[in-house]
């Protein structure tokens, strides 16, 4: 079976040697999972997820009466965290996921992304969106990487720039010569995929559909102090851990339909 998340970081490594803009990019503090979304829905092929957002300030939701605009309850106060992601000594900055099976069935001659490639291979797409989240890693490390968009393609999240940018890397990358094999995984799509390997696996964290997100955590000095009066409602109690390492981390099959655990 394909290892499909862990051909994308082999790739990966080739693109940031081959592409001087991304060199910078560490790698090791990289981790590429897999999400499960079918290709005939809306929504995201891949997303870059940051994990080293600093803490909120702290604060708390409340809730006011309609007619007297009076407080009458408030939750406990909490702040805002970001889960740390440890594989061995190494703090993971950036989680990069890929929906399958949708992020397979991408192709340019599909997409509008087909306006910034001349004629192109359709699979190109794909390639095209790797760069894509690779180029959301900040180089100041301040969190992801943003062109404001400036409404020109108002159905997109991103300023033009952005995605000039990122198609002018994939192009470059690909005068770079790449070794063909490095690359033949992205020309199939899920079907034949799954045809030509047997199955497509890919990692996943142990919790999934989860994966580490932003929580919200009490904070228990605030708490300690409150004033009478007004009705307090506690935080639902969170689900996931707050460290997770490489025993989080799960391979799963992919058929399309669901994400299976794999027994060794
Ligand atoms: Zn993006």
């Not at 990966?12 to 503090?29: G, K, N, W, Y």
């Not at 919790?207 to 009066?229: D, H, I, K, V």
């Amino acid at each position: 079976m394909i290892n499909y998340t862990e051909r994308i970081t082999q790739l990966m490594h080739d693109v940031v040697t081959r592409i001087p803009a991304l060199s910078f990019i560490d790698l090791r503090e990289v981790l590429v999972f897999a999400r499960h979304g079918r290709a005939d829905a809306e929504g995201a092929f891949a997303t870059c997820h940051c994990l080293t957002l600093p803490e909120t300030e702290p604060g708390y939701y409340f809730w006011k009466d309609r007619q007297t605009g009076e407080l009458t309850r408030r939750s406990e106060w909490f702040v805002t965290k970001t889960p740390e992601v440890r594989l061995g000594a190494t703090r993971v900055k950036y989680l990069i996921s890929f929906v399958l099976p949708r992020f397979c069935q991408q192709n340019l001659s599909r997409s509008w992304k087909s306006e910034l490639y001349d004629d192109a291979e359709p699979w190109v797409a794909k390639l095209d969106t790797i760069v894509h989240e690779l180029y959301h890693i900040d180089p100041l490390a301040t969190g992801i990487r943003q062109f404001a968009a400036d409404g020109a393609r108002s159905t997109r999240t991103h300023a033009p720039e952005f995605y000039d940018n990122v198609a002018a890397m994939t192009r470059s990358y690909l005068r770079s010569r790449p070794d063909p094999e490095m690359l033949a995984f992205l020309q199939l799509d899920f079907a034949q995929l799954q045809s030509r390997y047997g199955g497509v696996v890919a990692t996943t964290f142990r919790n999934f559909p989860s994966f580490p997100q932003r929580y919200m955590a009490p904070c228990e000095t605030l708490s300690a102090n409150e004033p009478e009066g007004v009705k307090i409602e506690p935080l639902k109690p969170f689900t996931q851990p707050p460290v997770y390492t490489e025993r989080d981390l799960i391979v799963r099959r992919f058929t399309g339909r669901a994400a299976l655990r794999q027994t060794a």
